[in-house]
């Protein structure tokens, strides 16, 4: 019996002692508190983001299709940009190369199965629904891809490179994301991946862990990794991480569901040889990069591999900035700004050396122009801009005056399903060497405006 009491009295002993412990760690809240606590936040996150709907409206078993949807074009003859446009429509596994009119010059298949028959090993959620987010033609025919795993941690899902007649020629196995860029020779490939850091990093202890890195990595035209240059190391030791660190935990209280992925670099461009002279501070080879979820726009030297320069929070969730031939960067900006109740995006430019930030157009009434995620531009060599409205289905050009020149609108032909644009390009005449006059199939419909 006493062996018993004993016992009890043990028990209650070291639940008293649990709960005096209890109370002292949540009214002094140590430093190694915190890191527990990140811990658990980051993978509540992590979780809640691998068990999402692969379409959050709720359409999980939606018809996918997988070939691209009809279209209708319209353009200003003698305003546009005149070229060839490489379109790949998301959940479509065909990107598809057309002229100024709409007509299809030629497509590639590229579904993830054919470049990955197996599920890989860098694949988190298996059997979910792979797109191609990403897409560049080589003067060749050649066609590079990068997937995204929809409503998958981590959702880069690789890279993969095919001839003209849709074979493959090699892939990256490794957790590619978002973008790809082609130095104008085509001997380098410019990609972003990310890796899981289970535990924190030197410098980085105030991040939610697990956490997502990101990396910019160089590639040659055969696939081989030349080089790579991590996010994190990039900012550590530097003037702008104090920035990012103040910025992160905005972050962490707007995008909750995102906690582990502070960094989401979205965009990579290289700065070039024609274009360096015209930006004071910069140098050809610079990387300039796009942080979505702290607006943070960077510049990384490519000698020192640290970041150079940087700007925030004048625009939100922003993607594809760019530097154009006058010195500048232009920054497609999702969320814009609101007039009357209603969102639009917006296009801006910013002068480096001053940090000025100019308006180059803004959705309207008459152009409800508005996607809270994705989105891309490109400046076009007349000046005009190219740009991806992706959540809308729709491509525009603009002119210098800011009117609307040009413009592809992907039809819905089942509304149960929303099949936006993922990724545009515009290419002159002469670079696609490949193609010759003949076509392979019009487009579906045709409208012109003189």
């Given at each position: 019996m006493k062996d018993k009491i004993l016992l009890y009295l043990s028990l209650l002993s070291l639940c008293v002692l649990c709960f005096v412990a209890g109370a002292a760690t949540m009214h002094f809240k140590p430093g190694y508190i915190q890191s527990i606590k990140n811990g658990f936040i980051g993978a509540e996150g992590l979780n809640d983001a691998k068990q999402e709907p692969v379409v959050k409206t709720g359409?999980?078993?939606?018809f996918i299709p997988y070939k691209p949807l009809p279209a209708v074009v319209s353009g200003v003859e003698g305003k546009y940009y005149s070229g060839?446009?490489?379109i790949n429509t998301s959940f479509s596994?065909?990107?598809?190369?057309i002229d100024d009119h709409g007509k299809v010059l030629h497509s590639w298949n590229a579904p993830f199965k054919k470049a990955w028959p197996k599920e890989p090993a860098f694949v988190v959620m298996r059997n979910n629904l792979k797109d191609i987010e990403t897409a560049y033609v080589f003067s060749n025919g050649d066609l590079?891809?990068?997937y995204t795993g929809v409503a998958s941690t981590p959702y880069g899902y690789g890279i993969a490179v095919y001839d003209k007649n849709s074979r493959l020629l090699w892939k990256l196995s490794e957790n590619a994301h978002h973008d790809i860029y082609i130095s104008p020779d085509e001997t380098a490939i410019y990609g972003i991946t990310q890796t899981f850091a289970k535990y924190p990093l030197n410098g980085y202890e105030y991040l939610y862990y697990p956490q997502l890195i990101d990396s910019i990595v160089k590639l040659s035209r055969n696939g081989e990794v030349?080089?790579?240059i991590s996010i994190t190391d990039a900012f550590k030791d530097t003037e702008h991480a104090k920035l990012f660190k103040q910025l992160s935990d905005n972050h962490v209280k707007r995008w909750n569901s995102e906690v582990w992925d502070a960094f989401h670099t979205n965009s990579i461009q290289v700065l070039e040889k024609d274009f360096a002279p015209r930006f004071s501070g910069f140098s050809a080879g610079d990387y300039l990069i796009s942080l979505r979820n702290t607006t943070i726009v960077a510049v990384i030297d490519h000698n020192t591999k640290k970041v150079k320069w940087s700007m925030c929070c004048q625009w939100g969730g922003q993607h594809s900035p760019r530097f154009t031939r006058?010195?500048?960067i232009m920054l497609f900006d999702n969320e814009g700004v609101e007039k009357a109740g209603t969102r639009y995006s917006r296009i801006l430019e910013i002068e480096p050396v001053t940090k000025?930030?100019?308006?180059?157009?803004?959705?309207?009434?008459?152009?409800?122009f508005y996607t809270e995620t994705r989105g891309r531009l490109q400046p076009l060599p007349n000046g005009n801009v190219l740009i991806v409205d992706s959540n809308n289905s729709r491509v525009f050009e603009i002119n210098k005056k800011g009117e609307v020149v040009w413009n592809y609108k992907t039809l819905d032909t089942d509304k149960r399903f929303n099949a936006g644009i993922s990724y545009v390009q515009r290419y002159s005449k002469d670079q696609l060497k490949f193609l010759n006059e003949k076509t392979i199939q019009p487009a579906t419909r045709i409208e012109k405006k003189n």
């Open positions: 359409r999980r078993k939606v060839y446009t490489l596994a065909t990107v598809q190369l590079i891809v990068q030349l080089d790579r006058n010195g500048t000025k930030v100019s308006l180059v157009y803004e959705g309207n009434e008459n152009n409800p």
